[in-house]
């Protein structure tokens, strides 16, 4: 039973990820589309054509490889100097631009002279690429919110899981009180297991976060007022300064790291809390930004990726994953002994936070991304702009063409690190469990 839910969770992912690259491609057909540039084909895959069928101007497929997906415009780049689309050197680089210009104009038939994409204004081109990357985001925002205000999220809560015994610092690598230890401020007050704190010093508490800030800044007496068997009580504590986890101020822990701060002692337990609006859209907007940490320090991952998937090193929570990492761990979710809400949240949440990595990752400004083509046509309208200021010439459109030699060149590190991915993922796979 465990490996057939596995093969469903596998497989719920991939369908995700069928559609969440038809969905980013969608964008820049719509658009395209409403801007006057034809479009001879919409395709979600690479390489082989499994499926496709030919509707009005456009052949719509699915092809072999679910690693991305495409759309063809006519007059992605524009023709030469001399107007000619045909390769016209032997040079190595010279041979990429020309390349990709003919591609450009691929299937040009009669009366496509005024359906060609760079003919566009800039600002129709930028909306044409970001459209895709956009499409992703809307997709992980409406799902995250989803999921957020209607199933929930595990989070740790005011409720008390268990008190510590004694007061001892959080590098020590033992949980046993040493002789002589003094009591923890939490149990010398009081404070129980199953304890809800409703209140810190008289201020009214409602999440951990809050509370783990109130008593980090406070030192010597305090009151801590909480729900127990329906009733309230208040205690009285008195904390100290003591060795803690540094917090990322969001009531997680940053791994690793410690500083000196007010002490209570108590463990907060998790459960499933639903957020409301601004929790939820709070919750987005430290998504958005780990997303974007995420991407900043992804170069200096690549040693423990390439020691994971070749050293035998260990494979960290927070290492990269390909997509055959994430349906490995998409699988592992269905499979996993919790409530059929809840594996249904998590493989929702492991599909936006895809799309939402695809929206950040094609927003860099680098050919062949989104980025990159968004970066040409802005180029493009700065440099007429300076030619109107000026009274220069109009410079025509901004070959993107000419930058093909860097793009395969960050294709090719793209490629390489996908490959590293890929063996990792398969060697020495990131798990949710054991």
């Not at 008390?160 to 949980?175: E, G, K, L, R």
């Not at 008593?215 to 007496?221: F, L, N, S, W």
Request: hydrophobic share 45%.
């Amino acid at each position: 039973m465990t490996t057939f839910m596995t093969i469903l969770g596998i497989v719920v992912f991939v369908v995700g990820l069928l559609f969440s690259i038809a969905w980013h491609e969608l964008g820049h057909f719509s658009t395209a589309k409403m801007f006057g540039v034809r479009v001879p084909q919409f395709m979600v895959g690479f390489g082989p054509t499994l499926w496709s069928k030919r509707k009005g101007e456009t052949e719509y497929g699915i092809k072999a490889i679910p690693l991305g997906g495409y759309i063809r415009m006519i007059g992605m780049f524009p023709p030469g100097d001399d107007g000619a689309i045909r390769k016209r050197s032997t040079s190595p680089f010279r041979g990429m631009i020309e390349d990709a210009r003919a591609a450009a104009f691929e299937e040009l038939q009669p009366g496509d002279e005024k359906r060609l994409l760079y003919t566009r204004k800039p600002w129709k081109r930028v909306i044409v690429m970001f459209a895709g990357p956009f499409m992703n985001l809307i997709l992980a925002v409406v799902i995250f919110l989803t999921v957020l205000m209607s199933f929930g999220v595990n989070t740790q809560t005011t409720t008390v899981s268990s008190v510590s015994d004694c007061v001892i610092p959080a590098s020590a690598q033992t949980d046993k009180c040493p002789s002589g230890a003094k009591d923890s401020p939490a149990k010398a007050a009081g404070l129980r297991a199953g304890d809800k704190i409703v209140a810190f010093d008289g201020a009214k508490v409602d999440d951990w976060g809050a509370l783990q800030r109130h008593i980090r800044d406070t030192t010597g007496p305090a009151t801590v007022t909480v729900e127990r068997d329906g009733e309230r009580k208040t205690l009285r504590a008195s904390l100290i300064e003591n060795r803690v986890a540094k917090s990322d101020g969001d009531g997680g822990y940053v791994e690793g790291e410690y500083v000196r701060a007010g002490f209570l002692g108590f463990t907060p337990a998790s459960g499933i809390v639903k957020q409301d609006f601004p929790q939820a859209v709070d919750r987005m907007g430290d998504m958005m930004e780990h997303g974007v940490q995420a991407l900043v320090n992804l170069p200096g991952k690549i040693p423990d990726l390439w020691n994971a998937a070749f050293d035998g090193g260990e494979r960290k929570q927070d290492s990269p994953m390909g997509v055959v990492g994430a349906a490995r761990v998409g699988g592992e979710v269905v499979s996993l002994d919790i409530p059929a809400s809840q594996r249904v949240a998590t493989m929702l949440f492991l599909v936006a936070g895809f799309n939402l990595s695809l929206f950040l990752f094609n927003m860099l400004p680098l050919l062949p991304l989104d980025g990159g083509h968004i970066a040409g046509a802005l180029w493009e309208s700065v440099r007429r702009m300076f030619a109107r200021v000026f009274r220069r010439p109009d410079p025509g459109p901004f070959d993107v063409a000419k930058l093909m030699p860097v793009a395969y060149v960050v294709a090719g590190v793209f490629l390489c690190f996908t490959l590293l991915v890929l063996v990792a993922d398969v060697v020495n796979p990131v798990k949710l469990a054991g």
